[in-house]
């Protein structure tokens, strides 16, 4: 089947970093794999498009190893409670299987779908790691591109792997893993790709002279290690990675980046990664550019940093939770819903006062603030008030690593508050409209 | 019968505040009680109930935590205790509560005691991190009790006429006072250079814009207005005394009608409480005030809120030297809880021991000359309940 993608958008924390060949995307410590998502997916311009019947989330840096993250990012995102939601959390090929199957749900009637992969650098064992989110929404008419699932490869061959416990990925010998891992599999679904497809996709400027049956669509390869994949993709005749010395590899995102970057031209986009391969055929419609160029434009800004702090001590910050209340305040919490009442919004939603719930707005001006250095929980915490563009008022912190004014305008960003008692508790901070 | 002109307080008594670590929490509450007792003249045997004031016991190991530890520290079987609690304002509830039992004619001889025991923790395992950890998972985080007051600081400072000088200077002038105080926990003078230097806990606010973290006990004694004819013994009368509250805890942040720049909460207290005394023109009919000044912010918007001066004039109030010793409306001549002290329990019974020891004429060196009336403030919360009481001579 042939889906089509509708919307595409990036979320890349704003700091980035130097690294031995370019830099990387950075984000602070209260963002994690969920808030990225949930930002890309808000990112999605979704105006006159329909709601999603489904959800596909792509990590394998999910908060959650298990019991789940995509139910949060739908919370968080409003996109309704009717929906499915699922994660894969295996391998950076996942973004790309996450819309085969967004595909084949489509298929059966159950789009559209949006795919999201996120990804936040280890501090250990991923020098060459970005952080990042990437989100799409896929459909059947009317879109950016049409996206063919090609083929796929299954063997057992570890390049990369964790056991349970493990905070850092195992890694085997690099040279089995560029040499051998990501070349081997890229390169039997590349050859897959050639001999089921003889024609897959319209012709492209970039091919390599013999790539033979591609017919010229540009090879991307998104491998285990930013420099694998880079080797299997120039033997393959590809372009190279223009995103990974700007944002570092986005683990399952990056085959997301790859595709939302290749909408100048037709491309074959392969996965790669832990034996699993996988092959999109990418065909541009005419919008495709245009959101390309918006998107290498987000790549390439930012702004360089030297370091992005390390998360706060939190000595003896412990805070109380519950799941019961997590679940019952989660219209509060996640979606920011209060109650409307004489056209105003009152949040938090008073207990007892039926009414229509309605989402606070995004956007507001600062009322008020403070620096705070005795919050446990932080070194300083910079809490502020704002009066919001709906005519409420909201009281929270300001994302790590932003400081706003009185009278600047602020927007409302998904950010990690804390994991007191074991849960992830998620919430909105404040920072700065750029 | 209503509260106001009918009831009376004959004796009171308040331990040292400060960090003691020799002293537990039952031997505060009954140094207190018994010294209120004492001052009233009555024996323990004669007094028919007891409220108390306990904030925070989950700082002291629950103590407080219900008023069987007033049963506990006097052996006061088998009369009613009843533990109250609404944060700053939890001491001055006791008094109230007391003084209904008496209006309502249940009780004849009650007692409302205060205590805190906050330092058998470190400061920064007190309070704070306490709350930190305990207040709402989402809608609290990130909020401390200097950080909620800072962001009224922050507003007044940017709307009115206002320097962060004019902010040391309650904590200059407080201190000051604190020196005839002989119960306060400081008695050093402080410069405005001083609390400028001090380092910030949330800004503005620094180490010395803040309250301390204080052990200590307050009690006073109250009976009716005719029994304490009776006893002919020296008595302040409750002219006035009212808790108003406006929000919830966390939800006040939130509402537009806070304008983090006064607390309306005062305003409604003081308006009733005002009307019960009569008092139609606070700064010519008052003498003296305590007030809540937990932060050097806070004094300055209580004027405001208190009807001694205009909105935004506090700053301009305090630099005429009006509330100063020797001024026409000093405040918090005891050092306030600035100085003072403020074991949270403890305090609202402590101001009104301090008012009622101005109109009986016996607050020693810090006694204001003539006094016949004053009023004692507390807040409590994020500015969502506050208790005005006024105090007079018979």
Redesign the interface.
């Known amino acids: 089947m042939t889906c089509e993608l509708l919307a595409g958008a990036v979320a890349l924390p704003s700091d980035r970093v130097s690294t031995r060949g370019g830099r990387r995307c950075a984000a602070q410590y209260d963002d994690d794999a969920v808030t990225l998502a949930v930002q890309a997916v808000l990112a999605l311009n979704r105006e006159g498009l329909p709601a999603p019947a489904g959800l596909l989330f792509a990590s394998v840096t999910p908060p959650y190893e298990e019991g789940g993250s995509a139910q949060v990012i739908a919370e968080m995102a409003g996109l309704g409670d009717d929906l499915f939601c699922a994660e894969l959390c295996t391998t950076p090929r996942d973004g790309l299987a996450a819309v085969r199957l967004a595909d084949g749900l489509i298929a059966a009637g159950g789009g559209p779908v949006l795919v999201c992969a996120a990804h936040v650098r280890r501090p250990e064992g991923e020098r060459e790691a970005g952080d990042g989110a990437v989100a799409l929404l896929l459909g059947e008419n009317g879109g950016l591109a049409a996206l063919t699932p090609g083929p796929a490869h299954a063997e057992e061959l570890r390049d990369r792997w964790r056991l349970p416990g493990d905070l850092v990925p195992r890694e085997t010998d690099v040279s089995f893993t560029d040499e051998l891992g990501a070349s081997r599999v890229a390169g039997i679904v590349a050859g897959a790709v050639r001999e089921r497809s003889p024609q897959p996709v319209s012709a492209g400027a970039s091919a390599a002279p013999d790539a033979g049956p591609l017919l010229g669509a540009a090879v991307l390869v998104v491998g285990p290690s930013a420099r694998s994949g880079g080797r299997v993709e120039r033997a393959l005749g590809g372009p190279g990675d223009p995103a990974f010395f700007r944002t570092g590899a986005l683990g399952a995102a990056h085959p997301l980046l790859r595709l939302l970057l290749s909408l100048q031209a037709p491309a074959v986009l392969i996965a790669a990664s832990g034996g699993l391969g996988e092959a999109l055929l990418v065909e541009p419609l005419p919008d495709g550019a245009e959101l390309a160029a918006a998107i290498a434009r987000e790549v390439a800004g930012g702004r360089d940093v030297e370091t992005v702090p390390a998360p706060p001590a939190q000595l003896g910050f412990d805070p109380y939770s519950s799941a019961p209340r997590a679940w019952r305040e989660r219209g509060q919490d996640l979606r920011l819903e209060g109650v409307l009442r004489d056209g105003r919004v009152l949040y938090p939603p008073p207990a007892g006062i039926e009414g229509e719930r309605r989402a606070l707005a995004r956007r507001g001006r600062v009322l008020t603030l403070t620096r705070d250095h005795v919050y446990p929980g932080a070194d300083t915490v910079e809490m502020a008030v704002v009066d919001l563009d709906d005519g409420s008022r909201f009281y929270a912190q300001v994302a790590a690593g932003e400081h706003v004014e009185i009278g600047q305008e602020v927007r409302l960003v998904p950010r990690r508050l804390h994991a007191g008692g074991g849960i992830v508790q998620y919430y909105w901070k404040l920072a700065p409209c750029r | 019968m209503p509260i106001a002109g009918e009831v009376a307080i004959i004796g009171s008594a308040a331990t040292r505040f400060g960090v003691m670590h020799d002293r537990g929490y039952l031997e505060l509450l009954a140094e207190a009680a018994r010294g209120a007792m004492a001052d009233a003249g009555v024996e323990q045997d004669d007094v028919q109930a007891a409220w108390l004031g306990t904030a925070e016991p989950i700082i002291a190991a629950l103590l407080g935590d219900a008023g069987t530890a007033v049963t506990e520290a006097l052996d006061f079987a088998p009369r009613p205790v009843t533990r109250v609690s609404t944060f700053c304002c939890t001491g001055m509830e006791a008094v109230r509560a007391g003084a209904m039992a008496i209006a309502a004619g249940e009780h004849d001889l009650v007692l409302a005691v205060g205590a805190e025991k906050m330092r058998d923790v470190p400061p920064?395992?007190s309070l704070?991190?306490r709350t930190?950890?305990?207040?709402h998972?989402?809608?609290a985080?990130?909020?401390?009790a200097?950080?909620q007051f800072?962001?009224?600081?922050?507003?007044y400072l940017?709307q009115y006429d206002c320097t962060v000088e004019d902010l040391a200077g309650v904590a200059v002038k407080n201190h000051a006072n604190a020196a005839h105080n002989p119960i306060a926990q400081y008695s050093d003078p402080l410069t405005v250079e001083q609390v400028l230097r001090a380092?910030?806990?949330?800004?503005?606010?620094g180490l010395l814009d803040c309250t301390p973290t204080t052990d200590g006990a307050a009690a006073v004694v109250m009976t009716s207005v005719s029994r304490a004819r009776e006893l002919g013994r020296p008595y302040a009368v409750i002219e006035g005394i009212a808790l108003a509250v406006v929000d919830g805890y966390?939800?006040g942040?939130?509402?537009?009608d806070?304008d983090?720049l006064s607390f309306r909460v005062t305003r409604e207290a003081a308006a009733v409480a005002y009307r019960q005394a009569g008092i139609t023109a606070p700064r010519e009919q008052l003498d003296v005030v305590e007030c809540h000044d937990c932060f050097t912010i806070t004094e300055l918007v209580n004027y405001e809120d208190l009807g001694l001066c205009g909105r935004g004039e506090g700053a301009a109030m305090l630099r005429s030297g009006a509330t100063s010793a020797g001024g026409d409306i000093p405040v918090n001549l005891s050092g306030g809880l600035q100085a003072c002290g403020h074991p949270v329990g403890a305090t609202g019974v402590r101001v009104i021991k301090e008012i009622a020891d101005q109109v009986l004429g016996r607050a020693g060196e810090r006694q204001v000359a003539g006094a016949r009336r004053g009023a004692a403030h507390t807040l409590g919360g994020p500015g969502v309940a506050s208790c005005v009481a006024v105090i007079g001579a018979p």
């Open positions: 920064r395992g704070v991190a930190a950890n305990l207040t998972p989402t809608l985080k990130g909020r401390t200097p950080g800072a962001l009224l600081a922050n507003r940017h380092p910030r806990v949330a800004e503005p606010l966390y939800a942040f939130f509402h537009d806070n983090y």
